[in-house]
């Protein structure tokens, strides 16, 4: 895969899944967060009614474990750069940040993320739909080492050296 050489996709994701996490999904991402010795996260989702509720259902685990969420933002499916939703997802500097969205809005943010700020994969965790070896090609693999993610079936997932890789419960902590 090439290096990101601009932050605009050339076309949409043809299999953009707009699905709500299940509960092990979620608690697999608080797990996969605590391991990371997080407090504070910010959590970014598009706007579709699944992704929002996700949002919201990781937010609710999160508080429950103890943590400290800084800001939710959510990003659309359609835009000219997502600058303005990029420089605020990163602003916060959180100990990680997490993502949940259907593929073509989550990559337009991810690569207007590292276009233009300080924000980097090895300190976010995603949900299921962006743990898709498809939705992560529109920002390409070599793009997002050290990016880490629950399946729904509560599977962590990690992307590393051009690859993704579903890793054992055990596996998933760093």
Do not use: Y
């Amino acid at each position: 895969m090439e290096a990101l050489n601009t932050p605009l996709l050339k076309v949409s994701a043809s299999h953009d899944a707009d699905l709500t996490a299940t509960d092990a999904e979620v608690a697999t991402i608080v797990r996969l967060a605590r391991d990371r010795h997080a407090q504070d996260i910010v959590i970014g989702s598009g706007r579709t009614p699944h992704a929002l509720a996700t949002a919201r259902l990781i937010e609710s685990a999160w508080d429950r474990a103890g943590g400290q969420t800084l800001d939710t933002i959510t990003w659309p499916e359609t835009g000219a750069s997502w600058l303005r939703q990029a420089s605020r997802f990163a602003a916060p500097n959180p100990d990680l940040w997490l993502m949940v969205g259907p593929a073509t809005g989550w990559a337009q943010m991810t690569r207007r993320l590292l276009w233009s700020t300080r924000w980097t994969p090895e300190r976010t965790i995603a949900t299921a739909g962006i743990g898709d070896s498809r939705t992560l090609a529109l920002v390409g693999l070599v793009n997002l080492d050290g990016l880490v993610g629950a399946s729904a079936d509560g599977t962590p997932w990690l992307v590393a050296h051009d690859s993704l890789m579903h890793l054992t419960h055990a596996e998933g902590t760093r």
